[in-house]
Nanobody, 123 residues
C-alpha cells in the first residue's frame, strides 16, 4: 500500500532548528508535488510549504518565509522541511502530503497524507 510517513519532530528551544523528513513506500516522490502542513491544538490545519514535482515552484506561508526550507533528496526518496529559528508559535503536528497535482497540494486535497510528527518549541 502506497503511503508517506513523517519523522524528525521533537522538542526544541526557541531559536533552535529541526529537520523533518517525509519518506514514502511504493511511491517515487520525485514524481509527486509535495506539501508540508501543520495543525496546532484547537486550530485548523494550515499549509506551510509546497513544491511541485519539478522543483520549479516552491512556496511558503508568510509566517515561515526565510526560516523554513522544503527540499528533496531523490536518491533517498525523501522530502525535507528544514526549520530554523523556531518560535513557540511553530508548535504543531506537522504533516506531509503527496500528490501528482501541485494545485491539489495547495488545496490540501492531495492523495497521500502522513500520520504527522509533533514539533514543540519551548520559549
Amino acid at each position: 500500500q502506497a503511503q508517506v510517513a513523517e519523522s524528525g519532530g521533537g522538542l526544541v528551544q526557541a531559536g533552535g532548528s529541526l529537520t523533518l523528513s517525509c519518506t514514502a513506500s511504493e511511491l517515487t516522490l520525485s514524481d509527486y508535488s509535495m506539501g508540508w502542513f501543520r495543525q496546532a491544538p484547537g486550530k485548523e490545519r494550515e499549509w506551510v510549504a509546497a513544491t511541485d514535482f519539478r522543483n520549479t515552484t516552491t512556496t511558503y506561508t508568510d509566517s515561515v518565509k526565510g526560516r523554513f526550507t522544503i527540499s528533496r533528496d531523490n536518491a533517498k526518496n525523501t522530502v525535507y522541511l528544514q526549520m530554523n529559528n523556531l518560535k513557540p508559535e511553530d508548535t504543531a503536528m506537522y504533516y506531509c502530503l503527496a500528490d501528482r497535482s501541485y494545485i491539489k497540494i495547495r488545496a490540501a486535497v492531495g492523495a497521500f497524507w502522513g500520520q504527522g510528527t509533533q514539533v514543540t518549541v519551548s520559549s
